[in-house]
Nanobody
């Protein structure tokens, strides 16, 4: 499975961006998908995850501002980011797993596949 992320860029605080991540290869094995981010000097952290059936989970700092969605027919997961803040600046990575479960996992070690990352920079 290969994941290709896109949509990052430079935006002013309060602005919006939409990230996309498309899976290719053995896509039939994919169950959950998600977004993680890593800021310079910090550990990678969960942003949002979504199961194949649509169940979602978000880190507290993005609740109400970010929305994760997916189009299974297009093998694509999206992250709509609104009301962006400078502290959202990071490289954003998409991830996917083969796990079968009710809820999408939130620990990064549970994800099998990772995209190359797309940089989001929010200026103040």
């Amino acid at each position: 499975v290969q994941l290709q992320a896109s949509g990052g860029g430079l935006v002013q605080a309060g602005g919006s961006l939409r990230l996309s991540c498309t899976a290719s290869g053995n896509i039939f094995s994919i169950n959950d998908m998600g977004w993680y981010r890593q800021a310079p000097g910090k550990q990678r952290e969960l942003v949002a995850v979504i199961g194949r059936g649509g169940l979602t989970d978000y880190t507290d700092s993005v609740k109400g501002r970010f929305t994760i969605s997916r189009d299974n027919a297009k093998n694509t997961v999206y992250l709509q980011m609104n009301a962006l803040k400078p502290e959202d600046t990071a490289t954003y990575y998409c991830a996917a797993d083969n796990l079968v479960g009710v809820l999408p996992p939130t620990h990064d070690y549970e994800y099998d596949y990772w995209g190359q990352g797309t940089l989001v920079t929010v200026s103040s």
